[in-house]
């Protein structure tokens, strides 16, 4: 798995980058997150990172500082090379695209990231790193690395269209074609839990190898895809049906067949892959079906256009009271009475403008407050988290019900100020203590995102801001009487010690505690000595 690492003091940025790239490419990242230079660079010399997309201006440790650090120093123990650098910016400074240039980044984003030019840069990034790890392992000359150099090159050769002559001479020799079973098949296979999840990939490949030796099946080559498919290409193509029945005698309910129609020439290994992962897709809305043929989807199938306005209408009626309408309007959408005569890619779209249009503008406009509710979107933002559409289906009509029933929540939160004005006098009375969040949205029971956005609505900031002034003002009461020392003030108004007390004074006030007294003192004593002096002088 490609380890990417995502650097951004803005954690609304940081988050929606990795559901962006979660949902585009699901599995293939082991992400990691940072809020500035510096604790990217400790991540990345303990675990590595393979890419790494960095803002450029950061406190503490900034992007270009970040990416001198990365590039000049050696890279961490087991990782031999030094990661694809991103780099995003909210300025267009050609200073930055100089240093973009003078470390080799792959790729230079303006803000606000576009999702086309991201995947573009990711997808950069994954052709680098395949094609440095392709040069490593040329330096290899054992029989286990010419297979597995073969086994890349099939993969690569799976995505290739519009083969030449030439090309093809080529690619046979580089994937040994000459020694595969003629004519040929390509099954594609998955082993899906009941939850959703997938088997492990080294597991699945072993289990696939082991059943195929089982009906004896002739294989010329297998492989795990891109998407953790594992790919095997061989015959005759009634094993494959051998090997579906031996998945239902074992009980191996998960475990879902594509297959290709046959092939004879190098040339139909391409078609072939596609053909097999298009029939794979449908096991998803058979939910009864471990194997389909390629050669069974091809009945004409059902493709309506993208219902926008019925999705808009979804987002629209969420948190109005008219939860009922969610289940209804879904089957619409989704045409669930034609489900069996649909085509796959329809359902994939529909689900994609759902996720932007709907759930993703959720987010936008409820903001950072909503997170904990939206983590429930992150299975169901990709449809092959889900063995069959029905699993799919149910998540998201829940989904959307939680959904209706937080902004009504927030809402009210909003058009209610009662229990705002209360959370306000609480703080009053009790900032000396050790107060939070918890505790005061606890004290009006409210939800804790609930009660955080409504109180930043309420007061115009947020509620650690707030907390601070209220804190600060009492503590400039105090020091205006000159009786008590700083130390002891600063327990008087709930801070935990001098420092910190010190620290937000300076912050908010912009000189220090001791320095306020001592403006406080010096207009006092010119207020006084100019009292004392004699009328004309």
């Known amino acids: ?78 990782q031999h090379s030094r990661p694809q650098i991103i780099i995003l910016s909210g300025y267009e400074d050609f200073r930055y695209a100089k240093a973009a240039i003078r470390y080799q980044a792959v790729d230079y984003l303006l803000k606000p990231i576009r999702r086309d030019e991201l995947f573009a840069a990711l997808r950069k990034c994954q052709d680098n790193l395949a094609k440095r790890s392709h040069m490593a392992e040329q330096l290899a000359a054992t029989e286990s690395y010419r297979k597995q150099v073969q086994s890349v090159r099939l993969q690569e050769l799976l995505l290739q269209q519009g083969l030449t002559g030439e090309d093809l001479d080529v690619w046979s020799s580089e994937i040994g074609f000459d020694q595969y079973v003629v004519p040929f098949s390509i099954a594609a296979i998955i082993y899906k839990n009941q939850d959703g999840s997938r088997m492990k990939k080294e597991d699945l490949k ?31 193509c009634s094993k494959f049906e051998e090997l579906s029945l031996l998945a239902a005698e074992r009980e191996l309910d998960g475990m879902l067949i594509g297959v290709s129609q046959e092939g004879n020439r190098l040339s139909d290994l391409p078609s072939c892959y596609q053909q097999a992962c298009e029939a794979l897709k449908y096991t998803f809305i058979h939910p009864k079906t471990r194997l389909i043929w390629y050669e069974d989807k091809q009945m004409k199938r059902l493709l309506y256009p993208v219902p926008q306005e019925a999705i808009r209408k979804l987002g629209n009626i969420l948190g109005t009271n008219r939860g009922k309408e969610i289940g209804p309007l879904l089957q619409e959408i989704f ?24 759930l993703d503008e959720v987010f936008r406009v409820y903001g950072e407050a909503s997170v904990d509710v939206l983590k429930l979107y992150r299975k169901v933002g990709d449809m092959s988290n889900f063995c069959h559409f029905h699993d799919y289906f149910r998540s998201l009509e829940q989904l959307l019900s939680e959904l209706d029933e937080y902004i009504k929540e927030v809402r009210s939160a909003h058009s209610e100020h009662g229990d705002m004005k209360e959370a306000v006098v609480y703080i009053e009375n009790h900032y000396h203590r050790q107060l939070n969040m918890a505790i ?69 006030e912009g000189v220090s505690p001791q320095e306020y007294r001592d403006k406080l003192a010096a207009g006092s004593a010119w207020s006084a000595g100019t009292s004392l002096r004699p009328d004309g002088e």
Do not use: C, W
């Open 1 to 78: 798995m490609i380890k990417l690492l995502i650097v951004d003091d803005e954690k609304n940025i940081r988050m929606g980058l990795k559901t962006m790239i979660e949902r585009e490419f699901p599995g293939q990242y082991e992400l990691s997150m940072a809020a500035q230079g510096a604790e990217a660079l400790e991540l990345y010399q303990t675990q590595g990172a393979d890419i790494m997309i960095t803002d450029i201006r950061m406190p503490v440790m900034d992007g270009i500082a970040l990416i001198e650090q990365v590039s000049e120093g050696p890279p961490p123990p087991e």
């Open 206 to 236: 072993s289990l696939a190898l082991h059943m195929f030796e089982s009906v004896d099946g002739v294989l010329s080559a297998s492989l795990l895809d891109f998407e953790g498919r594992m790919i095997l290409v061989g015959g005759p």
């Open 335 to 358: 045409h669930i009475e034609e489900l069996p005569q649909i085509d796959i890619s329809y359902l994939e779209s529909v689900s994609r403008h759902v996720n932007e249009q709907v």
């Open 440 to 508: 005061v949205s606890n004290h009006v029971s409210l939800n804790y995102s609930y009660f955080s956005e409504a109180f930043k609505a309420y007061t115009g900031e947020s509620f650690v801001t707030y907390l601070k002034k209220v804190r600060i003002r009492k503590a400039k009461e105090l020091l205006g009487k000159g009786s008590l020392k700083l130390a002891e003030i600063g327990t008087a108004v709930g801070f935990e010690n001098t420092r910190h007390f010190s620290r937000v004074f300076k912050e908010l």
